[in-house]
């Protein structure tokens, strides 16, 4: 398992799967400024994910304007023009895909406000309380992402307990809003390989770690939250159920 840790300079070249560890996921950070950036999808579904300022955006006859913590979504196919004034970023992530899907400009404030996609996790006492936003969910038309945002509590854990999918599917995340807080992130196998994780990760502002498999539980320091997208890219086509894990049985049998 190869588990890939970069830094922001080093995703603004597009990254192919095997860049990243993964089979699937392919990923470029992009900082558009006045003069259009055009971004193509090609044979693979797309989204964009704003982790800083604010992005306008063009997709055939459909403009508008993405702030932070809005995404993307771009069918196969397609280009999507990027334009900004305010120092935006996007971290945009693309997967195969062979069939139509539909464009779609998701607000953050949309998802926030629904409590079907809006989640609070974990216990307080235990400091693993955290906020979890379904963006692209089961009932998304796309034929295999999974994406969304997290947030934990200062010196608190998030995707806890541990838990992983790597039959169903890999997981890519970017870490954003964290001001100058940091967190780090755990990727590794029950058993030995406990002893021998695949990555151990110090993470800050704009940091992408892969996750092909194995558990990955995170945790803040006390300056700040641990908060990052996570993007998911299912195996098998149409196969998007989140709750579709494993937990590491030491530490429980439910995800909560």
């Known amino acids: 398992m190869n ?20 089979e699937l996921t392919s990923a470029q950070r992009i900082e558009p400024g006045a003069e259009v950036t055009s971004v193509a999808t090609g044979e693979e579904e797309m989204v964009a994910i704003v982790i800083r300022g604010s992005v306008s955006f063009a997709c055939s006859t459909t ?9 993307v979504y771009v069918p196969r196919r397609s280009t999507l023009g990027l334009t900004s004034t305010d120092g935006g970023a996007v971290m945009c992530y693309w997967v195969p895909c062979d069939r139509d899907t539909s464009f779609a ?27 979890v936003w379904d963006a692209i969910d089961a009932g998304f038309d796309s034929q295999r992402m999974l994406v969304g945002l997290c947030s934990g509590r200062p010196g608190g854990w998030t ?29 590794y ?13 110090l993470v800050q502002e704009g940091h992408l770690v892969s996750v092909p498999g194995g558990y990955h539980p995170s945790v ?3 300056a700040g939250p641990i908060s990052y997208a996570y993007f998911m890219a299912s195996r098998r086509k149409e196969a998007r159920e989140f ?14």
């Open 243 to 256: 709750m579709d894990l494993t937990i590491q049985p030491r530490f429980g049998t439910t995800f909560d």
């Open 220 to 222: 803040g320091c006390p």
């Open 63 to 71: 403009r508008g304007t993405a702030v932070t913590r809005d995404m």
């Open 189 to 201: 196998d029950d058993g030995p390989g406990m002893d021998r994780p695949a990555n151990v990760a």
């Open 159 to 187: 995707a806890w307990p541990p838990h992983e999918h790597a039959e169903q599917r890999e997981e890519t995340y970017v870490y954003f809003g964290m001001g100058d807080a940091f967190g780090v992130q755990l990727v």
């Open 3 to 22: 588990s890939v840790h970069l830094l922001p300079d080093q995703l603004r070249d597009r990254l192919e799967p095997g860049d990243l560890g993964q």
């Open 105 to 131: 400009h998701i607000a953050f404030a949309d998802v926030d406000a629904d409590p079907a996609r809006h989640h609070v996790y974990g216990d307080q006492a235990t400091g693993s309380r955290r906020d």
